[in-house]
Nanobody, 121 residues
């Protein structure tokens, strides 16, 4: 069965950095696009970053462009989200998921526990 485990969240001051990890199992990781989602209090869940199966193409929502970087290590079945210059509005629970593709992406699996990122002074 598909299993996605997010880690790396925590409390950070504005302007700080965190790196999130998502360890995947139960499917052939290297043939799927992957994405990072977040859900902030009172807001809809949004796809903030996505990456193609081999890592050659990435996309970001406008609010995180230039600050976040998604990457993957297919040998480790892991996708990462490097988060720099963090802002209070980045506070959310962050989730990873397998995607239908890089364009018109939809999550393929259920949602795990996620990892909480809190940006506050």
């Amino acid at each position: 069965q598909v299993h996605l485990v997010e880690s790396g969240g925590g409390l950070v001051q504005p302007g700080g950095s965190l790196r999130l990890s998502c360890a995947a199992s139960g499917f052939t990781f290297s043939i799927y696009s992957m994405g990072w989602y977040r859900q902030a209090p009172g807001k809809e869940r949004e796809l903030v970053a996505r990456i193609t199966s081999a890592g050659g193409t990435t996309r970001y929502t406008d609010s995180v462009k230039g600050r976040f970087t998604i990457s993957r290590d297919n040998a480790k079945n892991t996708v990462y989200l490097q988060m720099n210059s963090l802002k209070p509005e980045d506070t959310a629970v962050y989730y990873c998921n397998r995607l239908t593709g890089i364009s018109g992406a939809r999550p393929l699996d259920g949602w795990g526990q996620g990892t909480l990122v809190t940006v506050s002074s």
